[in-house]
């Protein structure tokens, strides 16, 4: 048993089914770009906050995440852990002896510095390099200060002064005897040649080049462009040789410290850094 549906029938039943299909396609493709578009408007909105509790409200609470960092805390003595000088302990003056042995290459000397602490501290450093300090005096007034220790900090380039006791603010003489090298390169205190045009032959001189950090390696002293100071020099030279500084010359001895030697005091210089 069955229908018959006329062939004219059968297109319009066909029509009409995929009429009804697009249909319904056309509705829930606007139906999904109305929901897009209302999200996005619902997401994008301009609020206008009318005070500042109101707008602190509104925000995510701030996460405190950890900051990772490679900086290491020094343990150690300050000398230890600083690369930079006690802006606390501030030189004055300077009373500068060199003695140089032009022909063996070596010098020796003696400076006397007069510092000041601004505030109590436990130590004292300063600058050398290439040095051997053989002695190490601490004064006040006319009473020597009682030195616990002092030595060589080569990595950093000091000389630590460790007295028994803290000293207080005040001012303080320190003496360092010392000895060194002329052969070390052409920087500090150093030896050079040249040609003497009417004998042809080579001479020796000695001669100073301080800059950037090499006054260090001449004598002890604080070594950095921070510490202005004045400066009494005093200088040994063979009596066949000129003697030059900063400052004119004040004085010279003949035959001292021995025959054939000269020693030529210059005048106190203004203040100005090693």
């Known amino acids: 048993m069955g229908v018959l549906v006329k062939p004219k029938c059968v297109a319009f039943l066909t029509i009409a089914s995929l009429g009804l299909l697009c249909g319904i396609g056309v509705a829930v493709y606007f139906y999904k770009i109305s929901l897009v578009n209302q999200r996005n408007s619902s997401s994008n909105h301009i609020h206008i906050f009318t005070d500042e509790n109101e707008f602190l409200n509104d925000q995510p609470p ?20 600083h690369i930079r000088l006690d802006e606390n302990v501030r030189p004055l003056h300077y009373e500068l002896y ?31 390099k290439y040095l051997s300090i053989t002695e190490t005096l601490l004064i006040r007034g ?14 950093k380039e000091y000389w630590v002064v460790i007295p028994e006791s803290p000293l207080e ?15 070390r390169g052409i920087t500090g205190f150093y030896r050079s040649t040249y040609v003497d045009g009417a004998t042809n032959s080579t001479k020796y001189v000695v001669s100073t080049k301080f800059q950037p950090t090499s006054a260090r ?9 921070g510490f202005k100071s ?45």
Request: glycine share 4%.
């Open 62 to 81: 701030i996460q405190n995440v950890p900051i990772p960092t490679n900086q290491t805390v020094c343990v150690g003595a300050e000398y230890e852990c």
């Open 98 to 128: 060199l003695n140089p042995d032009i022909e063996n290459g070596t010098f020796s000397g003696t400076v006397s510095i007069v510092l000041k602490t601004q505030a109590p501290v436990t130590h004292i450093r300063l600058h050398t």
């Open 142 to 155: 006319l009473d020597n200060v009682p030195i616990k220790r002092a030595f060589e900090v080569p990595e």
């Open 169 to 183: 603010a005040s001012r303080y003489n320190l003496t360092m005897t010392f000895n060194g090298i002329l052969t």
């Open 217 to 225: 390696k001449a004598f002890p002293c604080f070594d950095e462009p």
């Open 230 to 274: 004045t400066f009494t020099i005093t200088l040994v030279k063979p009596s066949s040789l000129v003697a030059l500084s900063n400052m004119p010359a004040e004085s010279e001895m003949s035959d001292t410290p021995s025959e054939g030697l000269t020693t030529v005091k210059f005048q106190k210089t203004v203040k100005m850094v090693t």
